[in-house]
């Protein structure tokens, strides 16, 4: 028979490494346990794998690891193994410096200690992780953590504690509209009242947490809720509503293995089946009950149960076995009340470490006192040459801070002189044109005869002139910061509108020399720039292409997505440019301009400002062209 259990382990295990990979798989098939309320399914895959050999990928993984797998063996009724976990987990909150998990872990620490009869080191805990969570202001966890202090209150029989922060706790959780608060704390008030013996007050309590718990899909909860519903309804000698009760809460709690619970609900089977002559049977719910309370190391209503043996077999007249039940009955008492007595003392014994100790501080401190009065005449020396060092350096360091403003201050004056020379170039070249149009439609004007081409002339002069405002108006508002250079302020621009914007500023060239441009660009196209640099650019550009182009040629304006960039490709049907020109232009070196296929002259200063003005707003521009059909310039901008 062993050996074939052996077998079945082993291909169970052959099966479970092929199934589960890596601890992140184990972690997995474990939270999915826990979700489905199938602990004991959660515990195995959790502790199927070395939690301290594994590097989990990052801390609050392992924190939320450890967080279930404390919870899972918690709710099943494990309470040693769970303290220990628990504790496990505190550790690595105050390592992390993570006060959620800390008091997270303080609650479970408090409760376990609880449930294995220890009130002064669960008060203990639980004070510190109520702290916790009032200073981090979540109040849900900060009700968990007071209804386990209001539990020991009524451990240690203060009901009236009990009931005030029970009715706080319950405010809180109806403010908060917590619903699985507010039927916890509901049945928390039931118990305080089935404690002073207000069964009926108990019932009303008991059934408005049982109405929440049943929408809810939280079936440890609603287990409990049951069971204790029964005990009010039994003492009030409704025994069939209570059996039924608590039949219905043991199918779920055997089901799911809440073992702790268990406890209780097997006892208050056997009661009403001892109040109602079946002794059998209720001897059988009282010994399960027992052996779980052996299986979770939970003894606080051992000696109840013993009790209530005892009575069960006097009923029946068994006296020699109901005196047996008795002696066990006194024996766990006085074992607790020594238990309790051992704390007491040990309680005593550290308040008096604790003086012992600090009469040895005040006894250091006396020692240091008077050291510290013999090593003042050797500081005050020490602390005078300090001083003169101090002094020393901070002099040194005020000379090195002025010389570097000074530096600082000359460097920005030669940008600003940059700068300002930058700016009265760009002026001088975007209204060059402009000006030129307006030159050359007034003397047409002069000599031409025919009104139809004189109202052409008057229509091109007039858009000449307000196209000079716009341009001035936005080079002169290109201020300067406080740095001296210009003020770039990156937007999101879209690119025919202002290819647009541009061409208009150049329409009579474009007429008088007959050139088309084609404008392609998709509607859609945006890019990461500054308007009023991008439109400089722009004007050098076309202004360049018109240029170099002969009459009736074409303009070709393009764009494409190229990666994070918008490509911008402006190309023309000129005169081209030799590869020599094109690398001195694309290197920053000055060019001297050749005039244009219309005899136009520039200062050659265009394109400089372009490049840096596209390297500014981290572009990239390249030149393409054979040297003798056309020309094509590339701008790649940032896509917005």
């Not at 794998?49 to 993984?61: G, L, Q």
């Not at 530096?407 to 060059?432: C, E, M, P, R, V």
Request: charged share 25%; with cysteine.
């Amino acid at each position: 028979m062993i050996l074939l259990l052996n077998l079945l382990l082993l291909n169970f295990n052959l099966i479970f490494e092929q199934e589960v990979k890596n601890y992140h798989d184990f972690i997995e098939k474990g939270d999915s346990c826990f979700a489905a309320e199938n602990y004991q399914c959660a515990i195995q895959f959790y502790s199927s794998f070395d939690a301290d050999s594994v590097k989990f990928d990052s801390e609050e993984e392992r924190l939320k690891y450890h967080l279930s797998f404390s919870d899972a063996l918690y709710i099943t009724g494990e309470y040693p193994v769970a303290l220990k976990n628990f504790e496990l987990l505190k550790s690595i909150a105050l390592e992390n410096q993570d006060q959620f998990y800390q008091g997270k872990a303080q609650i479970g620490i408090a409760h376990s200690l609880w449930r294995m009869t220890d009130n002064v080191r669960s008060i203990e805990e639980i004070l510190e992780g109520i702290q916790i969570f009032e200073k981090l202001q979540d109040t849900s966890h900060l009700i968990a953590a007071s209804n386990i202090l209001a539990g020991i209150f009524v451990s240690i029989k203060k009901y009236d504690d009990a009931r005030a922060t029970y009715e706080k706790m319950l405010e809180y959780a109806i403010q908060s509209n917590d619903s699985i608060y507010i039927a916890s704390n509901f049945e928390y008030l039931g118990i305080v009242d089935c404690f002073q013996g207000k069964y009926r007050d108990a019932i009303t309590n008991y059934e408005k947490s049982l109405a929440i718990n049943e929408k809810g899909d939280n079936t440890f909860r609603l287990s409990i809720t049951l069971g204790n519903l029964a005990e009010p309804k039994m003492e009030l000698g409704q025994y069939q509503e209570a059996l039924q009760l608590l039949y219905r809460a043991v199918k779920i709690q055997e089901k799911h293995q809440y073992k702790s619970v268990l406890i209780y609900t097997y006892y208050t089977l056997g009661q009403i089946h001892t109040l109602t002559q079946s002794y059998d049977s209720g001897l059988y719910y009282y010994n399960k009950s027992l052996l779980m309370m052996e299986e979770t190391s939970e003894t606080r209503e051992k000696e109840k149960v013993y009790k209530l043996t005892a009575e069960n077999y006097a009923a029946q007249g068994s006296y020699k076995k109901a005196y047996k039940y008795h002696q066990l009955h006194s024996a766990e008492k006085d074992s607790l009340i020594v238990s309790e007595r051992t704390r007491q003392l040990e309680e005593i014994n550290a308040r008096y470490e604790v003086e012992r100790k600090n009469r040895e501080n005040e006894d250091l401190i006396s020692q240091n006192t008077k050291k510290q009065k013999e090593l003042t005449a050797q500081k005050d020396l020490i602390q005078l040459q300090y001083t003169i060092g101090i002094l020393i350096i901070i002099f040194l360091v005020i000379s090195l801070f002025l010389a570097i403003r000074l530096y600082k201050a000359s460097q920005t004056l030669i940008t600003a002189n940059n700068s300002k020379d930058k700016l009265f170039g760009i002026i001088a070249h975007d209204l060059k044109g402009p000006i030129g149009n307006i030159g050359a439609m007034i003397n047409l004007l002069q000599i031409e005869t025919d009104e139809n081409r004189k109202s052409k002339y008057f229509k091109y002069l007039t858009q000449s002139i307000q196209n000079i405002s716009v341009l001035t108006n936005q080079l002169l508002s290109w201020t300067f910061s406080k740095k001296g250079d210009f003020v770039f302020n990156i937007k999101q621009i879209a690119v025919r509108t202002i290819f647009e914007r541009t061409i208009e500023v150049f329409d009579y060239q474009l007429a008088e020399k007959d050139i088309k441009v084609v404008n392609e660009i998709d509607e859609d196209f945006a890019v990461l720039a500054d308007e009023n640099a991008l439109l400089t650019i722009f004007r050098n550009l076309i202004s360049n292409a018109i240029k170099f182009t002969r009459k009736g040629g074409e303009i070709d304006l393009e764009a494409n997505k190229a990666g994070n960039f918008i490509e911008i490709r402006i190309s023309d049907s000129g005169v081209g440019m030799s590869q020599t020109a094109i690398q001195k232009v694309l290197e920053g070196k000055h060019v001297v301009s050749s005039t244009g296929t219309a005899n136009e002259h520039g200062s050659g200063l265009g394109f400089s400002i372009v490049i840096e003005f596209v390297k500014k707003m981290n572009g990239k521009i390249d030149i393409h062209s054979d040297g003798k059909s056309g020309t094509s310039v590339i701008l790649k901008l940032r896509k917005a």
